[in-house]
């Protein structure tokens, strides 16, 4: 092996969430440092089988698109979905009813005009 290459190998001390230490060889820090864990096998649910384990990127998503739900980052602000314009069948039935209603009114007065002819 080439002699310089390598990461000085060394005993340090891990430090645990529950405040336990062990002592074990390690590339990390300095002779004699102490290593603190942010995760450990006693708090972690993949080995304590606790189901309840909250995602905070997935929440964070979440709120984040909850909170600029109605902003298009292309320039212009979207409409909210109930404010959208309306389909062509929306539009098409009052258009129908506005049609109706002067055939009915053509057709009472044709109705009264053939009432005095007679």
């Known amino acids: 092996m080439k002699k ?12 645990m969430l529950d405040g336990t230490k062990f002592k074990t060889r390690s590339t990390y820090g300095k002779e004699g440092d102490t290593l ?9 649910p ?26 298009n980052f292309m320039g212009t602000a979207s409409k909210p979905a109930a404010a959208a314009a ?5 539009e098409a039935k009052p258009a129908e009813a506005k049609e109706e209603a002067p055939k009915a ?4 007065e044709a109705k009264t005009e053939e009432a005095k002819s007679e």
């Open 4 to 15: 310089g290459i390598h990461p000085n190998y060394h005993e340090i001390t891990v430090e």
């Open 36 to 44: 603190k864990l942010d995760i450990d096998p006693t708090t972690h």
């Open 105 to 108: 009114e053509e057709k009472a």
């Open 46 to 71: 993949a080995w304590t089988g606790n189901a309840t384990f909250l995602n905070e990127n997935v929440s964070k998503v979440a709120k984040f698109k909850e909170r600029f739900s109605g902003v």
């Open 86 to 90: 309306p389909t062509p069948k929306q």
